[in-house]
């Protein structure tokens, strides 16, 4: 599942490529994976592209903005008139072969010749219509966390919720898109664990000195996720080739039974909040 990184490199990408772009055709091939009055998008042409959290945002000068919500498996490719490709998402093979495919959900006729794909295969994701000046209202945004690199995101603002949340795991709290923008499953156990911190730590039990290590740990692992951990459609070759270049960056995500990279315990999976959870015996407490 594309995480805050993984969104950041898809964002960077079609930057390169999309800014100027008009909207010339919309195809919805699947009802439920656009909202909006695609109309709208016929006017004007694309400004600029910024990201909430995993949330894409593509602004128009018309006023309107498209948001992407990748979810699991969605990619956004863009495929120029030359097959030359940007964006990215899920990494699958999609990124590489002939679009569209099974999996296409949306498709934008761009003015250059050019071609977006929205593509995905568990429908989870969606592009929305939503009108840029009134993104505060929309319901998904107004909910949303601070970005980790936010200054609302400071040592009291997390030390409360965690102190209203006492009982909760320190792993569940991180992954409430409500707590903090953009976290899930791989950068939550990273965090943690370059900050000596169990996923199953009681909330309440959380130290200050740990709370503050946590909060550099957070944007350190999602700073170098953005260095390595994103796949674009330019440089993806094959999803086994991806794992492995993740993997060499990653403490414990997907690493159980393989020997800590700072003490030589065994990195042991687990389940908190649900989810398939990785530490070290020896370096967290
Ligand atoms: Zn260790």
Known sequence: MPELPEVETVRLGLERVLLGEKIKRVEVLLKHCFHGRASVLKKGEVE??????????????????????????????????????????????????????????????????????????RTFGS????????LDEEPFLAKLGPEPWAKAFHKNYLGDILARRKRSTIKGVLLDQEVVAGL?????????????????????????????????????????GIEYGGVSARDYVNAEGLKGKMQEQ????????????????????????????????GCQK
């Not at 414990?252 to 393989?258: A, D, L």
């Open 48 to 121: 600029s592209l910024t990201r909430r959290g995993k949330l894409l945002q593509i602004h128009m000068t018309s006023g309107w903005s498209i948001l992407v919500h990748l979810r699991m498996t969605g990619q956004l490719i863009y495929v120029s008139s030359t097959e030359e490709r940007e964006g990215g998402g899920h990494p699958d093979d999609s990124l590489i072969n002939n679009l569209p495919n099974k999996h296409t959900r949306v498709v934008l006729s761009l003015s250059s010749g050019a071609t977006l794909y929205f593509n995905d295969q």
């Open 250 to 281: 990653l403490y414990v995500y997907r690493r159980e039974g393989q020997l800590c990279k700072q003490c030589e315990s065994l990195i042991e999976k687990t389940k908190v909040a649900g989810r398939g959870t990785h530490y070290c015996p």
């Open 184 to 224: 899930g499953n791989i950068y939550v156990d990273e965090a943690l664990f370059l900050a000596g911190v169990r996923p199953s730590r009681k909330a309440g039990d959380v130290k200050k000195r740990e709370l503050s290590k946590l909060m550099k740990t957070i944007v350190e692992v999602l700073e170098r």
């Open 127 to 134: 592009l929305k219509l939503w009108k840029t000046d009134a």
